[in-house]
């Protein structure tokens, strides 16, 4: 039978700012309008898991080397899982008390980003920064408190994170690492310097459509620049130099570029998809990549080497 803690925990998201689309979720308008979407297909697809009881507790690590606070798959058992550590009580007695309605909340956390999970198989990276600002957005409403009617007890209730418990001191510790990121416009840029295996899931489809978004290539760390020339500069005769020109030009120094370039692979590789794709020798471009070449005093292939 379907657990009414989670239909609470649902609904909670659903009320929230978050869930009513009413929070600034920045990017471009493409992204904005991927991310409604997410926000949409979310609720619809919790609604769809509690009717059939596939939403509920285990056990998993919980210790100094890892913590889990959940996961999903589709699966014998339930698709999402929340760690049994963030288990609401289910004493009507104590139900309604702020430290049980905090853990509450925080399953109402994991929860939307398991099943965000379960709904994206698009690009890994986007998938990710999208779960990401998902969450971040719903802690800032969970942060600050969500009224709703509680179909355990029957009354109102607020769920609201409050450092009160151990397990909810570990979860707001997670998401305030990520928080200054998400502020800045940066989630992406921590994630892809956090973790190998989503530098490895760069397209340079998602490199084409993002780079204006979050604040522009500007706005990205240096690094992260460094890991789009990587992933432009390996499609060879068939890379993209206008974007290739547009991330080199956005060095305004050696130091700059001196960051960069310790994790953009092989120069060489670099060049040779200059070279092959044309834009050495296409006039509109050769004296931007010279003007590149002094800003950053890294020989691109224009002109004689040095």
């Known amino acids: 039978m379907p657990d009414d803690r989670i239909y609470d925990a649902i609904n909670i998201f659903k009320y929230?700012?978050?869930g009513q689309q009413r929070s600034q979720v920045g990017g471009g308008a493409e992204y904005q309008q991927r991310f409604r979407g997410l926000v949409e297909d979310v609720l619809r697809e919790l609604w769809r898991?509690?009717?059939?009881?596939?939403?509920?507790f285990s056990d998993m690590p919980w210790n100094e080397q890892i913590i889990q606070y959940g996961d999903s798959a589709r699966r014998w058992g339930f698709d999402i899982q929340v760690n049994r550590r963030l288990e609401p009580t289910s004493s009507a007695a104590t139900y309604a008390t702020a430290q049980s309605q905090g853990i509450l909340a925080g399953t109402s956390s994991i929860m939307v980003h398991e099943a965000a999970h379960l709904l994206r198989e698009a690009n890994l990276v986007e998938e990710e920064v999208a779960c990401r600002?998902?969450?971040?957005?719903?802690?800032?409403?969970?942060?600050?408190?969500?009224?709703?009617?509680?179909?355990?007890?029957?009354?109102?209730?607020?769920?609201?994170?409050?450092?009160?418990?151990p397990e909810i001191q570990h979860l707001i510790?997670?998401?305030?690492?990520?928080?200054?990121?998400h502020s800045r416009g940066q989630l992406v840029d921590h994630l892809l310097n956090d973790t190998r295996v989503y530098r490895l899931r760069l397209t340079v489809d998602f490199i084409q459509r993002s780079i204006r978004w979050w604040g522009g290539i500007r706005n990205r760390w240096l690094t992260t620049r460094g890991f789009y020339l990587n992933t432009l500069a390996a499609e060879g005769r068939n890379a993209r130099g206008d974007l290739i020109l547009e991330i080199l030009e956005s060095f305004s120094n050696?130091?700059?570029?001196?960051?960069?370039?310790?994790v953009?692979?092989?120069?060489?590789?670099?060049r040779g998809a200059l070279r092959a794709s044309g834009w050495l020798y296409d006039l509109r471009?050769?004296?931007?990549?010279?003007?590149?070449?002094?800003?950053?005093g890294e020989y691109l292939g224009v002109g004689s080497p040095p």
Do not use: H
């Open 254 to 262: 050696r130091s700059q570029w001196q960051t960069a370039k310790r």
């Open 49 to 56: 898991l509690w009717g059939r009881d596939e939403i509920g």
């Open 16 to 18: 929230s700012p978050t």
């Open 173 to 181: 510790a997670a998401y305030n690492g990520r928080r200054q990121w």
């Open 264 to 270: 953009a692979g092989d120069l060489d590789q670099l």
């Open 285 to 296: 471009f050769v004296g931007r990549l010279e003007t590149v070449q002094q800003t950053t």
């Open 133 to 165: 600002t998902l969450e971040l957005l719903y802690y800032e409403d969970l942060l600050a408190g969500q009224t709703y009617t509680s179909r355990v007890t029957g009354s109102r209730c607020t769920a609201r994170l409050l450092p009160n418990s």
